[in-house]
T-cell receptor
Framework: QKEVEQNSGPLSVPEGAIASLNCTYS??????FFWYRQYSGKSPELIMS????GDKEDGRFTAQLNKASQYVSLLIRDSQPSDSATYLC??????????????FGKGTMLLVSP | KAGVTQTPRYLIKTRGQQVTLSCSPI?????VSWYQQTPGQGLQFLFE???????NKGNFPGRFSGRQFSNSRSEMNVSTLELGDSALYLC??????????????FGNGTRLTVT
């Protein structure tokens, strides 16, 4: 059973702080990794993808991947109240057939207080 | 470019009935995946279709089925509804051409309530 684990939270941070969200996965051969944001009552929206070890930055967001430790993280700098949402970590195990199947963690709820 | 479109947005059904949900993918996307989301279990994979063929299937009972048409539009059907089927059903599309780095793009979902 391929698993993706996230701390359910809530993670509470003050406005302007750095929020750090973590995710571990069980399938060592997993190939690609995604972070989705989901507001209450809405559908998930993609905010970051990462495929290689190291950091990837996009605006206030930085994704970090460590395949040896099977660990993915998302840092949100200068957190805003509008960042309050559930953040879903998703993993694609890859494979030669190119299946478009992601395994999702249950998500971490982030609360940013003004 | 239009996003993923799911219809209807809301459904209320009675136990024992069946339901059909519809999904139109982003233009040019040939892969359509379906997920069930509940507060307790999170997002769980139902199945994925590519070029009218089911390529992958999650661990759901046979009451859950789907199909894909030649224009890549997809439907999922749930027969003999149970209370536990109440959930948000999400459809997602991707190009599907063997590139596992392509993310999924989600529709707004169909909220199914079974009474």
């Amino acid at each position: 059973q391929k698993e993706v684990e996230q701390n359910s939270g809530p993670l509470s941070v003050p406005e302007g702080a750095i929020a750090s969200l973590n995710c571990t996965y069980s399938d060592r051969v997993s190939q690609s990794f995604f972070w989705y944001r989901q507001y209450s009552g809405k559908s998930p929206e993609l905010i970051m993808s990462i495929y290689s070890n190291g950091d990837k930055e996009d605006g206030r967001f930085t994704a970090q991947l460590n395949k040896a430790s099977q660990y993915v993280s998302l840092l949100i700098r200068d957190s805003q109240p509008s960042d309050s949402a559930t953040y879903l970590c998703a993993v694609n195990p890859g494979g030669g057939s190119g299946y478009s199947t992601l395994t999702f963690g249950k998500g971490t709820m982030l609360l940013v207080s003004p | 470019k239009a996003g993923v479109t799911q219809t209807p947005r809301y459904l209320i059904k009675t136990r024992g009935q069946q339901v059909t949900l519809s999904c139109s993918p982003i233009s040019g996307h040939r892969s359509v995946s379906w997920y069930q989301q509940t507060p307790g279990q999170g997002l769980q994979f139902l199945f994925e279709y590519f070029s009218e063929t089911q390529r992958n299937k999650g661990n759901f009972p046979g009451r859950f089925s789907g199909r894909q048409f030649s224009n890549s539009r997809s439907e999922m059907n749930v027969s003999t509804l149970e209370l536990g089927d109440s959930a948000l059903y999400l459809c997602a599309s991707s190009p599907g051409h063997g590139d596992y780095n392509s993310p999924l793009h989600f529709g707004n979902g169909t909220r199914l309530t079974v009474t």
